[in-house]
């Protein structure tokens, strides 16, 4: 057997597929273990208009779990002998705690806005029309937000140069857009469908098909917005 030929344990595509399998277990569960308390609440919580700020107020955990997850698949190990997702996922919490809280608490405070009045929009005594304003409005905060979520967890960037980098590729790129458009649409069928916790379950799937569809917003900010060459590394400044 030549040396061409000759594969290495652990870098097979059995052994590829096997370590992706393993990294977003291990994320999953450091996910739910650390969105525990708001997901309880969630869970429990009736689908009811009153109850859209406490809902919101449950999910302020799952900003920087969810970047922690975005950091720790992106940068998996492919090498089935070389795995440390959990490390990976500490890591990006620690590095990104700060910088996606100023950026979700707003998110999560003007969606809470739009969503109450949108339950209560009969007893608001304004135009039909406006009700298609606000979806569309809360539609873009939410594509908006998986742009900044991307670029917040993986870059070194201050929190108002990631908001205006998340609204410049909601138009430059707008492949990107629509593939989360989709995984929005999906996420909302598995909630509507099932429950909270199952979409939660899912969440470092969902992580791993944001970073897929990413890919060009990703390659575009490390090529013309970063001088480094892996742009999670180095110092970070969020003030």
Known sequence: MTETT???????????????????LVVELLFLATTVPGLIGLVLLDRDAANVPLAAACALPAGPALSAALYAVHHRRLDLTDLHPAAAFSRGYRMNVRGVVKLWVPWLAWLTVVGSTLANFGAA???????I???LLVVAAALWGANALVITSLFAFRARDVARLAVYF???SPRVALGDACLLVVAAGV???ASEAATALLASVFAAALLLNSRPLIAEVTARFTTQGDPAEGPRDDS
């Open 6 to 24: 000759m594969r290495r344990f652990g870098q097979g595509p059995l052994s590829r597929a096997s370590a992706l399998v393993y990294t977003l």
């Open 125 to 131: 005594g304004v135009p039909g029309w406006w009700a």
């Open 133 to 135: 304003l606000l979806v």
């Open 170 to 172: 909601l138009f430059s």
């Open 191 to 193: 909630t509507l469908v």
